[in-house]
Nanobody, 124 residues
């Protein structure tokens, strides 16, 4: 029963960087796989990145691979999304999600717990 709170969003110029954080409360964070999704107005929620519960395996959407990095620090109950070389197309609300499984997933329906989202706006 994770409670997730995203932070770190904001306005950045194209080519810049941001690091998003997702702070989780509860006793079971280390047993959850975690993911990042994003959703622009009028569009479906889109997979961005995911990480398994140990942090040893990650997956990325093709659109962000090579630019974004997902990581986790179980000691701090926090998941991060480092975003480099940002593009205007990355503008969206970013959500973190928790999945009570060992393996990560790129399907939003596989995640049980969601944060409220943090806005990322990339100007050209």
């Amino acid at each position: 029963q994770a409670q997730l709170v995203e932070s770190g969003g904001g306005l950045v110029q194209a080519g810049g960087s941001l690091r998003l954080s997702c702070a989780a409360s509860g006793r079971t964070f280390s047993s959850y796989a975690m993911g990042w999704f994003r959703q622009a107005p009028g569009k479906e929620r889109e997979f961005v990145a995911a990480i398994n519960r140990s942090g040893g395996s990650t997956m990325y959407a093709d659109s962000v691979k090579g630019r974004f990095t997902i990581s986790r620090d179980n000691a701090k109950n926090t998941v991060y999304l480092q975003m480099n070389s940002l593009k205007p197309e990355d503008t969206s609300v970013y959500y973190c999600a928790a999945r009570p499984r060992s393996y990560s997933s790129n399907k939003y329906s596989d995640y049980d717990y969601w944060g409220q989202g943090t806005q990322v706006t990339v100007s050209s």
